[in-house]
């Protein structure tokens, strides 16, 4: 069971906004420690979509954002495409691990 | 352009042994702390080690700890994972990844299309 958890999948029509939420505990979050978030297109590695709760690398578009309170953290996509149909991961570091974790993943489904 | 190959994956049985490796480019390899990643068939993404830009530091996840050595060469850009005492639940596409930045805790960017590692009982 990851120290992350996320929902397993979240759906959503064209041009709708979803959100994705990962919560997180006093050993990541909590102590500090930043949210980033992967987007995996099926039969691809994961690619950087966010860093350090709310930064987009070069070339992600700003439909994508992120935030972070308290323990909680939030991806949300506004306007969704069809080509956002992918599995999202959040990641941290975690100080009772003294390591990296990931949430389990959430898939996304456009209708 | 940054790029990651990974390499030395296949099927081993259980109790063997197994040596990755990710040949790099693009970047100076030297200043960047560099991590592997897995991810089982169907499941989700494990972090499973990392090591500092010069080799002096390395961290392990407590399911590979005592098994795996992870080990850089920066003469030849490239970084390794040793894999012995393999079990079954190693079953994995195994990705190298860059990380970013000199803080101790990081993301992850790039990473390489990943090697297979199957173990069989």
């Known amino acids: 069971q990851s120290l992350l958890t996320q929902p397993p999948s979240v759906s959503g029509a064209p041009g709708q906004r979803v959100t994705i939420s990962c919560t997180g505990s006093s050993s990541n979050f909590g102590a500090g420690f930043e949210v980033h978030w992967y987007q995996q297109l099926p039969g691809t590695a994961p690619k950087l979509l966010i860093f350090?709760?709310?930064s987009r690398p070069s070339g992600v578009p700003d439909r994508f954002s992120g935030s972070k309170s308290g323990t909680s953290a939030s991806l949300a996509i506004t306007g969704l495409q069809a080509e956002d149909e992918a599995d999202y991961y959040c990641?941290?570091?975690?100080?009772?691990?003294?390591?990296?974790?990931f949430g389990a993943g959430t898939k996304v489904t456009v209708l | 352009e940054v790029h990651l190959l990974e390499a030395g994956g296949g099927l081993v049985q259980a109790g063997g042994s197994l040596r990755l490796s990710c040949v790099t480019s693009g970047f100076t390899f030297g200043r960047n702390g560099m991590s592997w990643v897995r991810q089982p068939p169907g499941g989700g993404l494990e972090w499973v080690s990392s090591i500092s830009n010069i080799g002096d530091k390395t961290y392990y996840a407590d399911s590979v700890k005592g098994r795996f050595t992870v080990s850089r060469d920066n003469s030849k850009s490239t970084l390794y994972l040793q894999m012995d005492s393999l079990k079954g639940e190693d079953t994995a596409l195994y990705y190298c990844a860059r990380e970013p930045t000199v803080r101790w805790e990081n993301w992850f960017d790039p990473w390489g299309q990943g090697t297979m590692v199957s173990v069989s009982s």
């Open positions: 990641q941290s570091y975690d100080s009772s691990l003294n390591g990296y974790v």
């Open positions: 350090d709760t709310n």
